[in-house]
């Protein structure tokens, strides 16, 4: 899809009669798209916004912080 969401989104529209947009996003602190207020532009769709934030990185990095655990 374009590089611009909101176009991305339109594109999708146009060829496909979605009944739900899903956005995934990293966390509030690390979004650009939701300081862009990308969720919020996004209901001028007219159809329902399922907005999922992804934990991915978050699970990673507390992988390397935690010590190896003993096989029991």
């Known amino acids: 899809g374009d590089a611009d969401p909101m176009l991305a989104i339109e594109d999708a529209l146009a060829s ?5 947009i899903v956005i995934a996003t990293l966390p509030l602190d690390r979004s650009n798209w939701i300081e ?36 029991a």
């Open 16 to 20: 496909f009669p979605a009944d739900e």
């Open 36 to 71: 862009r207020g990308l969720v919020e532009k996004a209901a001028r769709f007219g159809i329902p916004i399922a907005h999922l934030v992804s934990s991915y990185d978050l699970l990673e990095e507390a992988d390397r912080t935690e010590p190896a655990r003993a096989a």
